[in-house]
Nanobody, 118 residues
Framework: QVQLVESGGGLVQPGGSLTLSCLVS??????????MGWYRQAPGKQRELVGS???????AYEESVKGRFTISRDNAKNALYLQMNNLKPEDTAVYHC??????????WGQGTEVTVSS
């Protein structure tokens, strides 16, 4: 059974940093072939893709997080990471990881909540 488990969220002051992790289980042998993304959903807003990484390691970011967020992966650990620096209140959301292709989404995990507030 495929499972996504996100962790690393928390309460942080504006300007602070967090590193999110996503562990993928149940599909270890082909994780390395997946393009993956970090998504977030703020209260009252639609889910949005904030960063992506292809199976070859190419990355892309939503405009508002460019220069602040860095996505990476460790295929040996079936893990995806999101380093978030200079956090802003508008980054407050529940963050999820999943495959990039909508039609190939895996079952969503619980996500990890990030709150940026002073």
């Amino acid at each position: 059974q495929v499972q996504l488990v996100e962790s690393g969220g928390g309460l942080v002051q504006p300007g602070g940093s967090l590193t999110l992790s996503c562990l993928v289980s149940g599909t270890e042998t082909i994780f390395k072939k997946y393009g993956m993304g970090w998504y977030r959903q703020a209260p009252g807003k639609q889910r949005e893709l904030v960063g992506s990484i292809t199976n070859n390691g190419l990355t892309a970011y939503e405009e508002s997080v460019k220069g602040r967020f860095t996505i990476s992966r460790d295929n040996a650990k079936n893990a995806l990471y999101l380093q978030m620096n200079n956090l802003k209140p508008e980054d407050t959301a529940v963050y999820h990881c999943n495959r990039l292709q909508r039609l190939m989404w895996l079952p969503w995990g619980q996500g990890t909540e990030v709150t940026v507030s002073s």
